[in-house]
């Protein structure tokens, strides 16, 4: 009798703090969104405005506002995973977590040999966190539908933010830029803000619908005028090929995956043939679509970063170990002209390979493959869900041609692409609680 009358309390504190724990995962993800599109551009803009700083002793340097964001919200992630431990198998035999902790386990290997082992070692840390927060509360989360109703919210706020910004104020030199330092980050930003409001357009239903509609048409607008034409070109391209592919794999129940790595195959294999026999090649699609023949500059960047990806092809100079590690490091000694003072290759794969070599690409690309056949899934129950998924994934896929964000701290574009990859592993199962 006395573990009866002892034992009922107990079990409902317990399920009152699984509860709460539950409230707080499904919150996470929209808080990280929130610094990452709306709190962490003034903060950089903020951070920046302390006068002329070499940019690669600035970026060596640690950030401690940055760093308590974190903390806090890994913390509240593991207290929050803390009360679910029987749901953390759904999260440990994920293909995307496991690929996602095997690149970070290399990466911690590669520390010993990379020329700055403090430096890599802080941001392998702030990585390890920023993965490990967003993943364990994706998946964990009770969920799926509210945390995304709460994504939503954030992406709808900052649509709404920058939408007044470009009508408010006047453009850049090159285009406008929004609350971001650059139109690169208003068009990257919102490229993937229409993806998420096309979203919200088919999920929603009344009023909730047209609100969406408007969305759409408002991040559109913002992203045509910040002259961002990778991101302009990725937001109209990919939700239409995406969509058309699940159009025609969905009715035969294939695997439209596997239906975008055929097509994938195919495109690569006839475009070589139309360039080998027109001899239209990179050279003149860059100055087709850029007005010079070197994409704007990056194949200066590509020739250089090869040069030192050929030194250490196998293992690399070590994660986050080349670019932005302060003085005496091989860009600042060897870098052509205005390379000295990047903080990336523009191409996400180049990266990969100059700090964690052609193992760490590999894992690399089994995470790609991973995160397509996560999103295709879903495709049976929630062909929007899929969609969403799977057009942010190539999206993240396409845009780091260009530009760089794989295992990049805290990037948008990184961040995006690890929600996109765990979602539809993530409970969509409503608890009455």
């Given at each position: 009798?006395?573990?009866?009358?002892?034992?009922?309390?107990?079990?409902?504190?317990?399920?009152?703090?699984?509860?709460?724990?539950?409230?707080?995962?499904r919150?996470?993800?929209?808080?990280?969104?929130?610094?990452?599109?709306?709190?962490s551009?003034?903060?950089m803009?903020?951070?920046?405005?302390?006068?002329d700083?070499?940019?690669?002793?600035?970026?060596?340097?640690?950030?401690?506002?940055?760093?308590?964001?974190?903390?806090?919200?890994?913390?509240?992630a593991?207290?929050?995973?803390?009360?679910?431990?029987?749901?953390?198998?759904?999260?440990?035999?994920?293909?995307?977590?496991?690929l996602l902790?095997?690149?970070?386990?290399?990466?911690?290997?590669?520390?010993?040999?990379?020329?700055?082992?403090g430096?890599?070692?802080?941001?392998?840390?702030?990585?390890?966190?920023v993965?490990?927060?967003?993943?364990?509360?994706?998946?964990?989360?009770?969920d799926?539908?509210?945390?995304?109703?709460?994504i939503?919210?954030?992406?709808?706020?900052?649509?709404?933010?920058?939408?007044?910004?470009?009508?408010?104020?006047?453009?850049?030199?090159?285009?406008?830029?929004?609350?971001?330092?650059?139109?690169?980050?208003?068009?990257?930003?919102?490229a993937?803000?229409v993806l998420f409001?096309i979203?919200?357009?088919?999920?929603?239903?009344?009023?909730?619908?047209?609100?969406?509609?408007?969305?759409?048409?408002?991040?559109?607008?913002?992203l045509?005028?910040s002259?961002?034409?990778?991101?302009?070109?990725?937001a109209?391209?990919?939700?239409?090929?995406?969509?058309?592919?699940?159009?025609?794999?969905?009715?035969f129940?294939?695997n439209?995956?596997?239906?975008?790595?055929?097509?994938?195959?195919?495109?690569?294999?006839?475009?070589?043939?139309?360039s080998?026999?027109?001899?239209?090649?990179?050279?003149?699609?860059?100055?087709l679509?850029?007005?010079?023949?070197?994409?704007?500059?990056?194949?200066?960047?590509?020739?250089?970063?090869?040069?030192?990806?050929?030194?250490?092809?196998?293992?690399?100079?070590?994660?986050?170990?080349?670019?932005g590690?302060?003085?005496?490091?091989?860009?600042?000694?060897?870098?052509?002209?205005?390379?000295?003072?990047l903080?990336?290759?523009?191409?996400?794969?180049?990266?990969?390979?100059v700090?964690?070599g052609l193992?760490?690409?590999?894992?690399?690309?089994?995470?790609i493959?991973?995160?397509?056949?996560?999103?295709?899934?879903?495709?049976?129950?929630?062909?929007a869900l899929?969609?969403?998924?799977?057009t942010?994934?190539?999206?993240?896929?396409?845009?780091?041609?260009?530009e760089?964000?794989?295992?990049?701290?805290?990037?948008?574009?990184?961040?995006?692409?690890?929600?996109?990859?765990?979602?539809?592993?993530?409970?969509?199962?409503?608890?009455v609680?």
């Amino acid at each position: 009798m006395t573990d009866d009358r002892y034992s009922g309390p107990i079990l409902t504190h317990e399920r009152e703090a699984s509860a709460s724990a539950r409230f707080v995962l499904r919150w996470i993800p929209a808080i990280i969104m929130a610094y990452a599109f709306l709190i962490s551009p003034f903060l950089m803009q903020w951070g920046n405005s302390g006068g002329d700083v070499d940019i690669n002793v600035a970026a060596s340097q640690s950030n401690v506002l940055n760093q308590l964001f974190w903390i806090g919200v890994f913390g509240a992630a593991i207290g929050s995973a803390w009360h679910n431990l029987k749901d953390i198998g759904r999260l440990l035999t994920n293909p995307v977590t496991l690929l996602l902790l095997l690149y970070l386990a290399f990466a911690a290997l590669s520390v010993f040999w990379s020329p700055v082992p403090g430096i890599a070692f802080r941001r392998l840390v702030l990585q390890a966190i920023v993965v490990l927060a967003l993943g364990i509360s994706t998946v964990l989360a009770d969920d799926r539908d509210e945390t995304l109703d709460r994504i939503l919210f954030v992406i709808a706020v900052t649509v709404l933010v920058n939408f007044a910004d470009v009508l408010l104020t006047p453009p850049g030199p090159i285009g406008h830029e929004g609350i971001y330092s650059q139109k690169n980050g208003l068009g990257a930003a919102m490229a993937f803000s229409v993806l998420f409001c096309i979203y919200g357009a088919a999920a929603k239903r009344g009023r909730l619908r047209v609100v969406f509609l408007g969305l759409t048409v408002a991040a559109f607008y913002a992203l045509v005028e910040s002259k961002s034409k990778t991101s302009l070109g990725l937001a109209v391209l990919l939700p239409i090929l995406i969509y058309v592919a699940i159009l025609i794999t969905r009715p035969f129940r294939m695997n439209v995956a596997l239906f975008l790595l055929f097509c994938l195959a195919l495109g690569l294999a006839g475009w070589f043939y139309v360039s080998a026999m027109t001899r239209f090649g990179f050279e003149e699609l860059s100055m087709l679509l850029f007005g010079d023949e070197t994409f704007t500059g990056r194949t200066v960047i590509w020739s250089f970063v090869v040069d030192v990806i050929s030194r250490n092809p196998l293992f690399g100079q070590g994660y986050s170990s080349f670019w932005g590690i302060g003085a005496g490091s091989i860009v600042e000694r060897e870098a052509p002209g205005f390379v000295v003072g990047l903080l990336q290759s523009h191409n996400g794969y180049l990266d990969v390979l100059v700090e964690t070599g052609l193992i760490g690409l590999s894992i690399l690309i089994a995470l790609i493959l991973a995160a397509l056949f996560s999103a295709a899934r879903a495709i049976a129950l929630r062909p929007a869900l899929c969609w969403l998924s799977m057009t942010l994934v190539v999206t993240v896929v396409c845009h780091n041609m260009l530009e760089s964000s794989w295992f990049r701290g805290y990037s948008l574009t990184w961040m995006l692409f690890v929600l996109a990859a765990l979602l539809p592993q993530a409970s969509g199962k409503r608890r009455v609680r």
